[in-house]
């Protein structure tokens, strides 16, 4: 053994390090490894229990290069703000954009033909009206949200998943539709501004998490409408819908769907919808730096990049937060590499990142923890998985994904276990040997390595298994003693700022102003009812006043007072 190397692997490998407490994982083999990755320049998402390893590595990260970016759920206004709804908005305006471009590029060519065909006389108008059918029929322009969908989707559906409640899943699913068709109620969104006197998108800043669940509330309040003789109570949710949305936007899809629900199937689906919403809503500090992003996470993958996700080690509240940040990482690490194949021919990231995810087994379940560890490697994506046993694998996921993720582990660290099961198929991992017994004369098979030296293996000391090795125990250094330790730059507690107030959207504003329309024309209907003329100009009045409000008039204008 030469003190003066670090031995590393350096293929694209996964790995899983069993370390219950105390085991010192940290000193044996976080810390090394972060520096390891440091001293190559390959990017790391570190997930960060109490915030030590931040404080151990931040300052060389900086000094080396690196672009060092901090979510921090313990002190929000010492991190960068990052908001998982950035890249849904993101994508949805980009799509909005080019629609709107195309839109006026084909309204161009449309007044081209008509010019043409109004000029044109016999045979030549008649070719030219056929050539606008065709362009019509092909050109027509279409709004592509479907990468913001699926962006959407796979945030929702990783939030609300549980893969231990079989009896609840349809209510989780349910429950991420209704958050995915407030989302969109909020892109969808269009509003009148006095000062541009255009209809404009709602802020992008308005679109966060506090706002889906304000626009849930406020929307489940119930009002009382006329229609014709008929006054009924509804969700003031469904009357915006009606009011405001066609049957083909997503938002009406997605919230009729759960407004037409049964009260008690509805019942259920709000008990899931508010139990993960309520973790996440309750702190202001925390909402503050969620409402908006900082950073492109995608940048992980084109320039070393440094991210550490703090949370509290002894409370959860933040846990399926840090889950979510993972699963939406690695899902634009993925595109990325489809980026770069386009350009290079190779799907594979420009910077290799690894994922140190420490305290993995007391995390929600990834939902593509699969495709993570199925597909990421080739694209030079690692993952290095700190569990305090292997039982906590199958208490997550499942029996079936525990030996996915433990078949494409070529790499098992084991520091140190208390579980008896897990030490017993640790044994049975390293594999067999003959040992001569004299009393028998004969060789009998036994472990290469016993339950009794797992159990009494000494601080430092490591049991490796690699693929298509042999396993051996190896003495691990502690962190201080390595040569890179000695002339480290230590942390430097940098400036905390003031966070924005969170902006919310405001259902309520919108009720109140399609009220005050639906108010005045009902004062004036029964003095208009003997002049058709005058009622005529009326209406029109309050149809330009609806527009400004961005409202869609529909028949029947009787909203009563809320009871």
């Known amino acids: 053994?030469?003190?003066?190397?670090?031995?590393?692997?350096?293929?694209?490998?996964?790995?899983?390090?069993?370390?219950?407490?105390?085991?010192?994982?940290t000193v044996s083999f976080v810390n090394p490894m972060i520096d390891a990755l440091r001293m190559t320049g390959e990017s790391m998402i570190i997930n960060d229990p109490k915030g030590e390893l931040l404080y151990e590595h931040k300052e060389q990260l900086l000094s080396d290069g690196y672009d060092v970016r901090v979510i921090n759920y313990i002190h929000p206004e010492e991190g960068d703000r990052y908001s998982p709804l950035s890249i849904v908005?993101?994508?949805?305006?980009?799509?909005?954009?080019?629609?709107?471009?195309?839109?006026?590029?084909?309204?161009?060519?449309?007044?081209?033909?008509?010019?043409?065909?109004?000029?044109?006389?016999?045979?030549?108008?008649?070719?030219?009206?056929?050539?606008?059918?065709?362009?019509?029929?092909y050109y027509a322009p279409e709004f592509d949200y479907s990468k913001a969908a699926m962006f959407l989707r796979e945030l929702a559906d990783q939030f609300f998943?549980?893969?231990?409640?079989?009896?609840?899943?349809?209510?989780?699913?349910?429950?991420?539709?209704?958050?995915?068709?407030?989302?969109?109620?909020?892109?969808?969104?269009?509003?009148?501004?006095?000062?541009?006197?255009?209809?404009?998108?709602?802020?992008?800043?308005?679109?966060?998490?506090?706002?889906?669940?304000?626009?849930?509330?406020?929307?489940?309040?119930t009002v009382m409408v006329k229609a014709g003789a008929t006054v009924m109570k509804v969700p003031k949710l469904?009357?915006?819908?009606?009011?405001?949305?066609?049957?083909?936007?997503?938002?009406?899809?997605?919230?009729?769907?759960?407004?037409?629900?049964?009260?008690?199937?509805?019942?259920?689906?709000?008990?899931?919808?508010?139990?993960?919403?309520?973790?996440?809503?309750?702190?202001?500090?925390?909402?503050?730096?969620?409402?908006?992003?900082?950073?492109?996470?995608?940048?992980?993958?084109?320039?070393?990049?440094?991210?550490?996700?703090?949370?509290?080690?002894?409370?959860?509240?933040?846990?399926?937060?840090?889950?979510?940040?993972?699963?939406?990482?690695?899902?634009?690490l993925m595109q990325l590499t489809e980026e770069q194949q386009k350009k290079t021919g190779k799907k594979r990231l420009p910077?290799?990142?690894n994922l140190i995810f420490d305290e993995f087994g007391n995390f929600p379940a990834l939902k593509n923890i699969k495709g993570i560890l199925t597909f990421s490697r080739s694209a030079g994506f690692r993952s290095f998985m700190v569990v305090q046993d292997l039982h906590q694998?199958?208490?997550?996921?499942?029996?079936?994904?525990?030996?996915?993720?433990?078949?494409?582990?070529?790499?098992?660290?084991?520091?140190?276990?208390?579980?008896?099961?897990?030490?017993?198929?640790?044994?049975?991992?390293?594999?067999?040997?003959?040992?001569?017994?004299?009393?028998?004369?004969?060789y009998e098979e036994a472990p290469v390595i016993s339950t009794d030296q797992l159990q009494q293996l000494s601080m430092g000391d490591a049991v490796i298994i690699s693929a298509r090795k042999k396993a051996y125990?190896?003495?691990?250094?502690?962190?201080?003693?390595?040569?890179?330790?000695?002339?480290?730059?230590?942390?430097?507690p940098g400036e905390t700022r003031r966070l924005r107030n969170v902006r919310v959207y405001n259902v309520q504003e919108h009720y109140d102003a399609d009220q005050k329309i639906n108010d005045a024309f009902d004062s004036k209907k029964d003095l208009l009812s003997g002049d058709p003329q005058l009622s005529a100009e009326l209406k029109t009045g309050v149809e330009q006043l609806q527009e400004k409000q961005s409202l869609i008039p529909t028949a029947g204008f009787g909203l009563g007072a809320a009871k």
């Open 238 to 332: 469904k009357f915006l819908l009606e009011k405001k949305r066609k049957k083909t936007d997503e938002s009406y899809k997605k919230l009729m769907a759960f407004l037409s629900t049964g009260d008690k199937e509805r019942g259920s689906i709000v008990t899931s919808f508010e139990n993960k919403m309520k973790d996440v809503t309750l702190n202001e500090t925390v909402l503050r730096m969620m409402a908006k992003s900082d950073f492109d996470v995608a940048d992980i993958g084109r320039k070393k990049t440094a991210l550490f996700i703090v949370v509290h080690g002894e409370k959860d509240t933040y846990y399926r937060l840090v889950s979510l940040i993972i699963n939406q990482t690695f899902q634009l």
């Open 161 to 221: 998943y549980d893969p231990k409640a079989h009896n609840e899943a349809h209510f989780n699913d349910q429950a991420s539709s209704l958050f995915q068709g407030i989302v969109f109620l909020l892109l969808e969104e269009k509003s009148y501004n006095p000062e541009s006197k255009k209809r404009e998108p709602v802020p992008d800043e308005e679109i966060n998490f506090k706002s889906v669940m304000e626009t849930y509330r406020s929307g489940m309040e």
């Open 89 to 137: 908005i993101d994508s949805y305006r980009k799509a909005e954009k080019e629609y709107l471009e195309s839109k006026e590029e084909y309204t161009t060519k449309i007044k081209e033909y008509l010019d043409k065909i109004n000029a044109a006389e016999g045979l030549q108008k008649q070719r030219l009206e056929n050539e606008l059918l065709e362009y019509k029929k």
């Open 473 to 492: 125990i190896f003495r691990m250094r502690n962190y201080k003693k390595y040569s890179f330790y000695k002339n480290k730059k230590k942390y430097v």
């Open 351 to 353: 910077v290799p990142c």
């Open 1 to 25: 053994m030469k003190w003066n190397r670090l031995y590393v692997d350096a293929g694209d490998n996964h790995a899983i390090i069993n370390a219950s407490s105390n085991a010192g994982k």
């Open 393 to 442: 694998f199958s208490e997550i996921y499942g029996r079936d994904v525990e030996s996915i993720i433990e078949n494409n582990s070529a790499n098992f660290i084991y520091l140190y276990g208390k579980d008896m099961d897990t030490i017993k198929r640790i044994s049975a991992m390293s594999g067999k040997k003959l040992v001569w017994k004299s009393d028998k004369g004969s």
